[in-house]
C-alpha cells in the first residue's frame, strides 16, 4: 500500500513577498528622492547663475553711475553759485571778480562775456539681467530678503531713468534764456542727484553685498553649469 506525501507546493512565503514589495517600494521612494534632489539642486545652480548676471549688471550700473554723478554735480555746484547772481534775463549783477572767480572754477561752463555752456550726462542704465530672471520666476527659490534688496535698487534706478525726459525738457527751455527757466532746470537736477547718490552710495553697495553673502554661503558649481549651458 503506497503512503502519502504531503504537498508543500501550496505555501506562500509570505516573508519573501514582503520583503520584495518592501524592496520595490524603498526603491521606488529612492528613485523619487534622488530625482526630486537633482531637480532642486538644478534650479539652485540656474538661481545662483542669475544672482552672477544681476550682480555683474548692478556692479556696471554702479561704475557708470559714479561717473555721472561727478560730472552732473559739478554743473549743479556752478547753478547754486552762478544763479544768485544774475537777474531774471540772465544778466550777471556780480562784480568782476566774482565773475572772473566763477569761470576761473567752472572755465568750461562760464564761458566768456558770461556765456553758459550747460550740458548733463544721461545714462541709460541697464537692467536686462533683473528683467529677465523675473519674469521667468528662475528667483522664486532664492530668500525673500535678498529679492526685495534687489528689487529696492531696481526700483530707484527705474525713477532715475523716469527723471530724464524732465531733464531734457528742462534743459531745451533754459535756451530762452530766462532765470525761471534755469531755477526749474536747477530744481530737476538737484532732485536727479540726490536720488542718483542714493542709488551709488546707499542702494547699490547694500545690494552687492546681500548678493554676495548669498553666493558665498552656497557651494554650487555655477561656473560649470555655464559651460554645460552653452555646450
Not at 550740458?119 to 523675473?134: F, M, N, Q, R, Y
Not at 525761471?180 to 551709488?200: A, C, P, V
Amino acid at each position: 500500500m503506497a503512503k502519502k506525501k504531503k504537498s508543500t507546493s501550496g505555501k506562500i512565503e509570505w516573508l519573501n513577498h514582503v520583503l520584495g514589495f518592501a524592496g520595490v517600494v524603498l526603491g521606488v521612494l529612492i528613485a523619487f528622492w534622488l530625482n526630486n534632489w537633482a531637480g532642486n539642486r538644478r534650479e539652485q545652480q540656474i538661481a545662483e547663475v542669475a544672482l552672477k548676471n544681476i550682480r555683474s549688471e548692478v556692479a556696471r550700473n554702479q561704475s557708470a553711475m559714479d561717473t555721472l554723478v561727478q560730472v552732473n554735480a559739478r554743473q549743479l555746484d556752478f547753478l547754486n553759485a552762478y544763479l544768485p547772481l544774475v537777474d531774471d534775463n540772465m544778466t550777471f549783477l556780480g562784480s568782476s571778480s566774482q565773475f572772473d572767480s566763477l569761470q576761473a572754477q567752472f572755465p568750461d561752463l562760464l564761458l566768456a562775456r558770461g556765456r553758459l555752456d550747460i550740458e548733463i550726462e544721461l545714462l541709460g542704465l541697464p537692467e536686462v539681467a533683473w528683467k529677465t530672471s523675473l519674469n521667468s520666476s528662475i528667483l522664486s527659490s532664492i530668500d525673500f530678503n535678498l529679492l526685495y534688496v534687489i528689487n529696492e535698487s531696481y526700483d530707484l534706478q527705474e525713477k532715475v531713468a523716469g527723471i530724464d525726459n524732465l531733464l531734457i525738457s528742462d534743459l531745451r527751455n533754459i535756451g530762452n534764456g530766462r532765470k525761471n527757466d534755469f531755477h526749474s532746470f536747477q530744481r530737476t537736477l538737484g532732485t536727479y542727484m540726490q536720488l542718483s547718490e542714493q542709488l551709488l552710495l546707499e542702494k547699490y553697495p547694500r545690494c552687492l553685498k546681500e548678493i554676495d553673502l548669498f553666493l558665498a554661503d552656497g557651494s554650487v558649481d555655477t561656473d560649470a553649469l555655464v559651460l554645460d549651458t552653452i555646450k
